[in-house]
Every structure is written in structure tokens, then in C-alpha cells.
């Protein structure tokens, strides 16, 4: 019998290979807007691209309109 392999992907490499829709934060909301900081100055992304992880995609989850 193998042993199992756990491995996890931090959420910068999901972001960077389209693998992120949504970041969200349990308790501490400004988690969010701290990581796309975060994401932004270590250059995964822009932030207007990062942005819609926030904001956009979430409502959409949600089922909310989103104002154009």
C-alpha cells in the first residue's frame, strides 16, 4: 500500500492559473481586500483583475445582478 500524499495549492497559484473565482473570508472581512493587496504587489495579477474576486463573482454566486 502507498502512503497517501496531501498536498495543498496556495490561492496565488490558483489565481494565476485560472483555477480561482471566488476569495472569501470567514470572519475577518478585510481579509479580502488585504489579499488582493497582497496579490497585487507580489504581481500574480492586476487589480482590475483581481477585483471581480471580490466583488463581481461572489454576487454572481449569489444570484445578484451585477450593475454594469
Same mark, same amino acid.
Given at each position: 500500500m502507498r502512503?497517501?500524499?496531501i498536498a495543498s495549492i496556495?490561492?496565488?497559484d490558483m489565481i494565476?492559473?485560472?483555477l480561482c473565482? #471566488?476569495?472569501a473570508s470567514d470572519y475577518y472581512?478585510?481579509?479580502m481586500l488585504l489579499g488582493l493587496a497582497r496579490?497585487?504587489?507580489d504581481g500574480i495579477a492586476p487589480l482590475h483583475a483581481l477585483w471581480p474576486l471580490v466583488?463581481?463573482?461572489p454576487a454572481r454566486a449569489l444570484g445578484s445582478p #451585477?450593475?454594469?
Open positions: 502512503p497517501a500524499i496556495g490561492a496565488p494565476r492559473e485560472g473565482d #471566488i476569495l472581512y478585510p481579509a496579490l497585487k504587489s466583488s463581481d463573482n #451585477i450593475a454594469a
